[in-house]
């Protein structure tokens, strides 16, 4: 499936339609469900819509949103709201956070894998009581080392609540950023050398191909700072004190992408300069040159134009030696001009 950034996405309802209606779209990923159940001393794995329970912690995660009933049960049996449910299958939405009194609902962006550009596809999660449900765009997520926490049966996670796991996951989500971020610095390293030891016309779109990219991520990531902001100052409704510590750390690492996006923003707009810069001193050498060659052929140009006038009393046209002299003259003026430019470092680059 073709992958899209958010912000190229269209809206799917149309202007003015009611709120809270909701309709998966069919061309979207086909819908899998996989369920976790666990506690201390039990972990259960099921591919059907399972109750939550009193005395265990239930993970469901839905891949693909393409079925409409499937989401609708989902909706109906955990009391997801309709708007929320909205912003689930319209994926034009930016990271954020809402209370709605059952759940909290939080919307990611997350990173995917992608031939080129930078891509990522949106992850709705609902936090509730004793509960976490999440729903993703494509199949393939980051979720994988939680999954294999939550299997290991002496992981601290298996003692802990919903909340701490809706922690875990956002965690995954902003820490799978670095990498990305790591390959696109090497990428620009790998620019900005070859910038400076050679300006090429075609740097210029390479250079533009990666201030797209960190548009995209800034977009991404820059609101999840600010979603965990907002989680941080939560009251105690929906994370304990002890798991708040964790989203401390975790905002903290929102904070590092910052920094490291807006670095590379700074390298990227300054080789766009040194670009510039290059292919204008290229331009001015061309001119010099070009110049010094001009500057040579001007007394060349006068002595030919004296010897080309059609005066008949000119003792020197009928002169035995006369050309072979003024053909040695021109070729020592030509030939001293060029070594003088030469030695004042106008012409063969020295300096």
């Given at each position: 499936m073709k992958r899209t950034s958010s912000y190229t996405r269209k809206r799917r309802n149309a202007p003015g339609s009611p709120p809270g209606r909701w309709a998966t779209d069919p061309a979207a990923a086909e819908s899998h469900l996989h369920a976790m159940r666990y506690s201390t001393s039990a972990l259960e794995e099921i591919d059907t819509l399972p109750q939550s329970t009193d005395d265990s912690t239930l993970w469901l995660n839905v891949d693909g949103l393409r079925d409409q009933a499937l989401l609708s049960q989902i909706a109906s049996s955990y009391g997801l709201h309709p708007l929320a449910m909205e912003d689930v299958v319209n994926l034009h939405q930016r990271p954020k956070a809402e209370d709605y009194q059952e759940h909290l609902f939080i919307v990611l962006r997350m990173p995917t894998k992608s031939e080129g550009s930078f891509a990522s596809e949106q992850v709705a999660l609902f936090l509730g009581h004793g509960d976490v449900i999440t729903f993703q765009e494509l199949p393939g997520d980051v979720f994988e080392p939680v999954r294999a926490r939550l299997r290991n049966a002496l992981s601290p996670?298996?003692?802990?609540?919903?909340?701490?796991?809706?922690?875990?996951?956002?965690?995954?989500?902003?820490?799978?950023?670095?990498?990305?971020?790591?390959?696109?610095?090497?990428?620009?390293?790998?620019?900005?050398?070859?910038?400076?030891?050679?300006?090429?016309?075609?740097?210029?779109?390479?250079?533009?191909?990666?201030?797209?990219?960190?548009?995209?991520?800034?977009?991404?990531?820059?609101?999840?700072?600010?979603?965990?902001?907002?989680?941080?100052?939560?009251?105690?409704?929906?994370?304990?004190?002890?798991?708040?510590?964790?989203?401390?750390?975790?905002?903290?690492?929102?904070?590092?992408?910052?920094d490291m996006v807006e670095t590379y923003r700074d390298i990227t707009s300054g080789l766009v300069d040194i670009h510039l810069s290059s292919q204008s001193n290229r331009m001015n050498e061309v001119m010099q040159v070009l110049t010094l060659i001009a500057t040579i052929f001007i007394p060349l140009t006068f002595i030919v134009g004296v010897y080309g006038m059609n005066f008949v009393d000119m003792p020197e046209l009928q002169w035995r030696w006369g050309y072979p002299v003024v053909m040695a003259v021109m070729t020592a003026i030509g030939v001293g001009l060029a070594l003088w430019f030469r030695a004042k470092g106008w012409l063969g680059g020295r300096r």
């Open positions: 996670i298996r003692g802990r609540g919903a909340d701490y796991l809706t922690y875990a996951l956002i965690d995954a989500v902003i820490d799978s950023y670095f990498p990305v971020l790591e390959k696109l610095g090497e990428r620009i390293e790998a620019l900005e050398d070859a910038v400076v030891l050679r300006s090429e016309p075609g740097q210029i779109a390479d250079i533009h191909a990666i201030k797209h990219e960190l548009r995209t991520i800034r977009s991404a990531i820059w609101p999840m700072r600010d979603l965990l902001s907002t989680l941080l100052r939560d009251d105690g409704a929906w994370f304990s004190e002890q798991t708040r510590l964790y989203l401390r750390d975790c905002h903290d690492h929102a904070f590092q992408l910052i």
